[in-house]
């Protein structure tokens, strides 16, 4: 039975080699098509095999797809799978599939598992020569972030900077934030708050919320420019209203107390609420929380509902 087998699967082998690579290509359509039909009717199990079958032969789209869901997943065996996939459609030159593996291996599963620095550097290395100027800009920005950080390699903010200029080129906002704090720092090249404030300037220009704050910063302090606080009420009202969540913490304290402004703690309320729940580190996490809870012990319930109302319906602008 088994030699059967062998002699089955050796004249299965032989046939697909005389096939043509239309027909490969006919076969991993069909099985694509099938499996978003599945998807369609939540027949989860046939789509994923059907996605399988078409990732097998070759279909760029269903490497994709199993990729994104498997990198999700709780589940150890399924992120150690959709690197099978990625790695499938980067090597048939998927750019943004270069850039979703070397994320896979700089910061592992969901529980920061399977980290594989080296070899994530090696990936962004791949993409950061691609044709494609986003995805060659945001390789370029994560090896600038991992040759300052020492990741996979030897900390060198120098070598950072060169990545970071290369990301900026290809029009990357944070890669031109990242360059105004090596000029604000110092890191890896002479301070000049003069060169920070223009790369700051840039990025704001990209919509980045903490260059937006950094600007307001230097205005305030008068470091590479003279100190012009209405300046930098100007530019912590813009990185508040993008996002920034320390911008959002500072118009909450001057609402609170009246810093400039008429005390309103509503407002105050809001902002707070909004910092606690942006991005940044634990310090300001907690300074928010804490603030926010303090602010809405001086509320009444109406007032307090409606300045979570407000919070829920907030969008950057």
């Known amino acids: ?22 027909a490969f290509a006919d ?16 027949d989860y199990e046939t789509a994923f095999r ?7 032969l070759g279909h760029l789209d269903a490497q994709i797809l199993l990729a994104i869901n498997l990198s999700a997943s709780p589940y150890r065996e399924d992120f150690t799978e959709s690197r099978k996939w990625w790695a499938k459609a980067a090597g048939q ?14 910061h592992g599963d969901l529980d920061g598992n399977f980290v594989d620095y ?44 060169k990545f970071y200029k290369k990301a900026a080129d290809c029009g990357n906002g944070e890669a031109k934030f990242r360059i105004g704090l090596l000029y604000e720092t110092g890191k890896g090249v002479g301070r000049n708050y003069a060169k ?63 810093r400039g402004v008429p005390v309103d703690l509503i407002s105050a309320h809001v902002w707070y609420n909004l910092a606690s729940k942006g991005m940044g580190s634990e310090e300001l996490w907690k300074k ?4 926010k809870e303090r602010v809405a012990l001086k509320l009444s319930a109406e007032e307090l509902a409606r300045a979570e109302k407000m919070a829920r319906e907030w969008r950057p602008r």
């Open 196 to 258: 920070a404030r223009e790369w700051y300037t840039a990025a704001a220009g990209d919509w980045v919320s903490a260059a937006m704050y950094r600007v307001g910063y230097l205005h305030e302090k008068g470091l590479g420019v003279k100190a012009n606080m209405k300046e930098a009420e100007k530019w912590y009202r813009k990185a508040a209203d993008a996002g920034d969540s320390w911008s959002q913490l500072y118009f909450g304290d001057k609402c609170e107390h009246g």
């Open 1 to 22: 039975m088994r030699k059967l087998f062998f002699r089955i699967f050796a004249c299965i082998a032989v046939i697909a080699a005389a096939l043509p690579p239309a």
């Open 50 to 56: 059907e996605y399988r079958t078409a990732g097998d």
């Open 288 to 291: 928010a929380k804490s603030a």
């Open 27 to 42: 076969t991993a359509g069909d099985a694509y098509q099938r499996g978003q039909i599945a998807w369609k009717n939540q």
């Open 118 to 161: 080296k070899e994530a550097v090696k990936w962004y290395r791949t993409a950061s020569n691609s044709k494609n100027t986003e995805h060659r800009g945001d390789a370029s920005l994560a090896l600038g972030e991992m040759y300052e950080a020492g990741q996979g390699t030897a900390a060198n903010p120098s070598e950072a900077m």
């Open 93 to 106: 030159g998927n750019s943004s599939s270069m850039v979703a593996l070397g994320d896979s291996y700089r």
